[in-house]
């Protein structure tokens, strides 16, 4: 026992340092970085104003100002817009594909594709799809009876245009997860419930559903906290327009960093959403923590 | 569950038809639309029989310095990578052997490290890298990839170390190993699947990676994500070269959900399905 624990001490010194040391270094430090830039007025633009203390003003000035509570709701309304589809979508294709049916893994190796592409080209190819008088998308809905749909051009729907191309990437997320969660369940339960003669809906709802909650509040977490970073594929689609219709946090914390280069103010929105993020990770690990799913 | 009914199994197999479409469509439009001719680049209805041609791919490789931008691409991606696997590993054995209350907190601290939204870092990390005149080097992204692969490495590799049975690292240290021996001639051979599924993981996540690139590198460490993008301009012509550049770039993707599509579980779902 003392030869292990001593050995113990050994591995912590040798092995795992150095990466938390890395990790330091490449994360918490640009992040306390960013914590003391917000309180300094650091515009790259005015090289020769003095780069000073200016207490909480940054802050006062987003948290005051109308555009940046507007990037809150509008991330807000496309978390709440990705995440319902993707959970309703993600959970029916997953019980599509956990059925016992020959061809069903293919289906779901090939579901699992979308996810792995990068935003940019995720993006791209959807701006190809809305792509106003050329693009497909207008073109396939005409044979469903739908009118030609302005995507990306209008208020109305630019922000649905950003959410599709989202839901088309990270349903297979929740799909996988919830997939794999199912073909873990016990079959006692459903054994039960047949014989009790319930509906198919019924089982579903009083047997599978409640067993697979936590699971699907993992999940929703993991989809909250990525939402919440989006900025690939607005960048690619929209720039956060037309006007300021698809503006997410991100977007803001690029504009005032890198086109109007007030770092201190971007520094402040970016403290913002870290403290956001820190809220979304820590309920998510205590998700986590869960007894009645093992 | 029981085995669905005949109605019931062509029911499935439709809405998994009508899935499989809806999904599928957009990466035939990328393949196809990148040996598409241009005049017929948005022919409606689409034409699903042509003459494929290279003409995209000659100008993608021929008119802008896109080569370059794919040796940057897989120089920060191996780079990335292997900086990772050293540093992640490591990290990954001492969390999976060490047995103590507070090793649970370093875990989820680690693992916490890479779910922060690189938007908030990247102030910070530009004017840094500007200080030490490392703004536009592939060595920028492969510092800033590791925040996300090192991570992502750890929470893999603690999964494939846990496998590695204590009776035999006991056994080794009875035949006089010491600490590195056993690591390095014991545990990790066993452990070298976790190897190759963390290389993969890592290499396709610096490789589609677009924000960072985009704004730490100028023209010389660009990556293809960001030249891809800047094809960008309205007319059918830059559409076949920005289609046969997305196809090069969602190629490393696709081959990584077919051969570790077991281990994506585990990658991407942080726990959440156990």
Redesign the interface.
């Known amino acids: 026992m003392a030869?292990i624990r001593k050995?113990?001490k050994?591995?912590?010194g040798?092995?795992?340092v150095?990466?938390?040391l890395?990790?330091f270094l490449?994360?918490i430090?640009?992040?306390l970085?960013?914590g003391y830039?917000s309180f300094r007025s650091y515009d790259l633009a005015k090289p020769f104003v003095p780069r000073v203390f200016v207490g909480w003003s940054n802050y006062r000035e987003i948290l005051t100002s109308s555009e940046f509570l507007h990037t809150l709701i509008v991330t807000a309304k496309l978390m709440a817009m990705t995440l319902s589809v993707q959970l309703v979508l993600g959970v029916g294709?997953a019980l599509?594909?956990?059925?016992?049916?020959p061809g069903m893994g293919v289906?779901?190796?090939?579901?699992?594709?979308?996810?792995?592409?990068?935003?940019?080209?995720?993006g791209?190819?959807?701006l190809?799809?809305y792509?106003p008088e050329?693009?497909?998308l207008n073109?396939f809905l005409s044979f469903l009876g739908v009118g030609a749909i302005p995507w990306i051009t209008s208020t109305n729907w630019a922000l649905w245009a950003i959410a599709i191309a989202d839901i088309?990437q990270w349903?297979?997320?929740v799909m996988?997860?919830t997939a794999?969660?199912v073909q873990?369940l016990s079959?006692e339960p459903?054994e039960a419930a047949?014989i009790d003669g319930n509906s198919r809906w019924d089982v579903f709802t009083r047997v599978t559903l409640p067993q697979l909650k936590p699971?699907l509040v993992?999940?929703m977490f993991?989809r909250a906290?990525d939402a919440?970073?989006i900025?690939?594929i607005i960048?690619?689609l929209t720039k956060g327009g037309p006007g300021d219709t698809t503006e997410v946090?991100?977007l803001f914390?690029?504009r005032q960093?890198?086109t109007f280069w007030r770092?201190g103010v971007?520094?402040a929105a970016?403290?913002v959403?870290?403290v956001i993020?820190v809220v979304l990770?820590t309920l998510?690990?205590k998700?986590?923590n869960r007894d009645d799913?093992? | 569950?029981?085995?669905?009914s005949k109605r019931q199994?062509v029911l499935?197999?439709l809405?998994?038809a009508v899935?499989?479409i809806?999904?599928?469509t957009?990466?035939y439009?990328?393949a196809s639309?990148s040996v598409k001719p241009s005049p017929i680049m948005?022919q409606?209805?689409?034409a699903f029989l042509f003459t494929p041609t290279l003409e995209h791919y000659e100008s993608l490789f021929g008119m802008r310095p896109f080569a370059k931008f794919m040796l940057n691409s897989l120089v920060v991606s191996f780079g990335s990578t292997a900086f990772s696997l050293t540093?992640?590993t490591?990290?990954a054995?001492?969390?999976s052997?060490?047995?103590?209350k507070r090793m649970n907190d370093?875990a989820?601290w680690?693992l916490?490290?890479r779910?922060?939204?690189?938007?908030?870092?990247?102030?910070?990390?530009?004017?840094?890298f500007k200080t030490v005149g490392l703004l536009d080097t592939p060595l920028a992204l492969i510092?800033?990839y590791?925040?996300a692969n090192?991570?992502l490495t750890?929470w893999l590799m603690k999964g494939f170390f846990d496998e590695v049975p204590m009776a035999l690292e006991e056994a080794a240290?009875v035949d006089g190993y010491g600490?590195?021996e056993t690591f390095w001639r014991i545990t990790l051979p066993l452990a070298a699947p976790g190897l190759a599924v963390s290389a993969v993981f890592c290499f396709?996540f610096s490789?589609?990676?677009?924000?960072f690139a985009?704004?730490l590198t100028g023209s010389e460490a660009q990556t293809v994500?960001v030249a891809?993008?800047s094809f960008?301009s309205s007319d059918?012509v830059q559409?076949g070269r920005?289609?046969a550049g997305?196809f090069i770039?969602?190629i490393p993707?696709?081959i990584?959900?077919?051969t570790c599509?077991r281990w994506?579980?585990r990658g991407?779902?942080?726990?959440?399905?156990?």
């Open positions: 030869y050995r113990n050994k591995i912590f040798i092995f795992l150095p990466a938390m890395v990790l490449t994360t430090y640009p992040m970085y960013a830039l294709i599509l594909v956990t059925q016992k049916l289906a779901r190796t090939l579901l699992l594709v979308p996810m792995m592409i990068s935003p940019v080209i995720v791209l190819v959807w190809f799809l792509f050329l693009g497909y073109y088309w349903t297979p997320f996988m997860g794999a969660a873990s079959p459903y047949m699971v993992s999940l993991l906290i919440f970073k900025y690939d960048f690619v946090l991100s914390i690029y960093s890198f770092m971007g520094a970016s403290f959403s870290l993020i990770i998510f690990f998700s986590l799913y093992a | 569950m029981s085995a669905p199994t499935v197999y809405l998994l899935v499989l809806v999904f599928l957009p990466i439009l990328i639309s948005f409606k209805p689409p540093f992640g490591l990290a054995y001492a969390i052997r060490i047995r103590h370093v989820f680690i916490s490290m779910m922060f939204p690189p938007i908030a870092v990247v102030v910070p990390y530009y004017i840094i510092i800033v590791s925040t090192i991570p750890v240290a600490l590195f396709v490789w589609n990676e677009f924000l985009l704004m994500t891809v993008m960008w059918a559409w920005i289609m997305s770039i969602l993707g696709v990584f959900v077919l599509q994506l579980v991407l779902t942080m726990g959440s399905v156990k």
